[in-house]
């Protein structure tokens, strides 16, 4: 079994998938979406993912203020948490996504991406941080 996480975004969903060990968070693709409010396929696809890597568990980033305030993004992130745990019956744990995109976007100028590159893949990023910050909190209990 696995955990997955969920970088939720107005057009996109960035995923990554644990290793069966829940030690390392890997990247495994942007779900896109033509607008904001059509998430039918989105969760259809995310299904089709659980099954593929047998999850057992999705950690969804919570999109914080930096003052820690939650805004109009964070209601609407725990209606996509409702969503997915209506359609999957999986446990959906929200997890503090501050500062991941810049983290992400951080680790691709390190690797040397360019900028006009980097939308591509800084959803699929964060959530791989969401992820692992998550797998290492469970080794710190």
């Given at each position: ?21 829940f ?110 910050g998550?797998?290492?909190?469970l080794?710190?209990?």
């Amino acid at each position: 079994m696995r955990l997955m996480g969920l970088d939720f975004g107005s057009k996109t969903v960035g995923v990554a998938v644990s290793d069966p060990l829940f030690l390392t968070a890997q990247g495994v693709e942007i779900i896109r979406r033509k607008s904001a409010g059509k998430l039918r396929q989105t969760l259809a696809r995310i299904e089709e993912l659980i099954r593929e890597y047998e999850v057992e568990k999705i950690i969804l980033g919570y999109p914080k203020h930096m003052n820690n305030t939650e805004g109009e993004r964070c209601e609407q992130t725990v209606q996509f948490r409702d969503m997915l745990v209506r359609r999957t019956g999986l446990e959906v744990v929200l997890s503090d996504e501050r500062l991941t995109t810049v983290m992400a976007d951080r680790a691709m100028i390190e690797a040397g991406i360019r900028r006009e590159n980097r939308r591509d893949y800084v959803d699929e990023l964060a959530a791989v941080f969401i992820l692992q910050g998550y797998l290492d909190s469970l080794k710190k209990e």
